[in-house]
Nanobody, 116 residues
Framework: QVQLVESGGALVQPGGSLTLSCVAS????????MYWYRQAPGKERELVAG????????NYVRSVNGRFTISRDNAKNTVYLQMTSLKPEDTAVYYC?????????WGQGTQVTVSS
């Protein structure tokens, strides 16, 4: 079965950096686009960034342009989200996602808290 397992979330000070990882299994990873979403307390889940199956990255949220970088390693079935210059408004649970056919698959999420 499809599984997505995120890791790397932590408490970090403003201006700090983190790299999130999502290890995928149960499907042919290299054939599918992968996405990172986030959900802050009291807010709707939003699409942060995506990466095509061939590795071309796409940032969706303007607020992260120039600070976040999405990448993937198809040999390791892993997608990453490098986050720099973190701000308190980046605080959220970050989720890994893929769509296979008509089905949406999600990981359990990893908490990122940006606070001094």
């Amino acid at each position: 079965q499809v599984q997505l397992v995120e890791s790397g979330g932590a408490l970090v000070q403003p201006g700090g950096s983190l790299t999130l990882s999502c290890v995928a299994s149960g499907f042919i990873f290299s054939k599918y686009h992968m996405y990172w979403y986030r959900q802050a307390p009291g807010k709707e889940r939003e699409l942060v960034a995506g990466v095509h199956d061939i590795g071309a990255p796409i940032n969706y949220v303007r607020s992260v342009n120039g600070r976040f970088t999405i990448s993937r390693d198809n040999a390791k079935n892993t997608v990453y989200l490098q986050m720099t210059s973190l701000k308190p408004e980046d605080t959220a649970v970050y989720y890994c996602n893929t769509v296979i056919g008509l089905a949406d698959y999600w990981g359990q999420g990893t908490q990122v808290t940006v606070s001094s």
